[in-house]
């Protein structure tokens, strides 16, 4: 169970090896179905991101600004405000959203996922 907020969702697995559902065309639907779930989630955050961007700190927007200024003055054409802003600052947040007073209780299979991810990228 994921808390974004106030809503509450399952995780939607999307990987066939860790549906157990014994049944090859049970286990294809069901991971249409969570692919289909994932991507309207990521579409909604990106969305929502995306209507937000104004309630961003000010100072930070400039900064970002700035950091985007002298990346296009050496490397024209690249963008590294959106990488930079979603390795730095969203990555770690969806990591550990307790750590970052997203919220104030984490679910302990979610923490659990997330240790053994941690352990098999080492």
């Known amino acids: 169970m994921i808390r974004f907020g106030s809503v509450r969702f399952d ?3 999307i990987n066939p090896a860790r549906l157990e559902l014994g049944d090859e065309k049970q286990t294809q639907d069901r991971v249409e179905s969570n692919s289909a779930k994932l991507m309207m989630l990521v579409g909604n955050l990106l969305t929502s991101l995306e ?3 104004s309630s961003c700190p000010t100072f930070f927007r400039h900064i970002l600004a700035r950091i985007q200024r ?3 003055d050496k490397f024209p054409g690249m963008s590294v405000v959106g990488p930079l802003f979603f390795l730095r600052y969203f990555c770690p947040a ?5 750590q970052y007073l997203i919220t104030s209780t984490c679910d302990i299979a979610l923490h659990q996922e997330t240790d053994r991810l941690r352990e098999q990228s080492r």
Request: proline share 14%; charged share 5%.
């Open 11 to 13: 995780w939607p697995q």
């Open 70 to 72: 002298a990346v296009s």
């Open 51 to 53: 209507h937000n961007v």
């Open 94 to 98: 969806l990591v550990s959203p307790d």
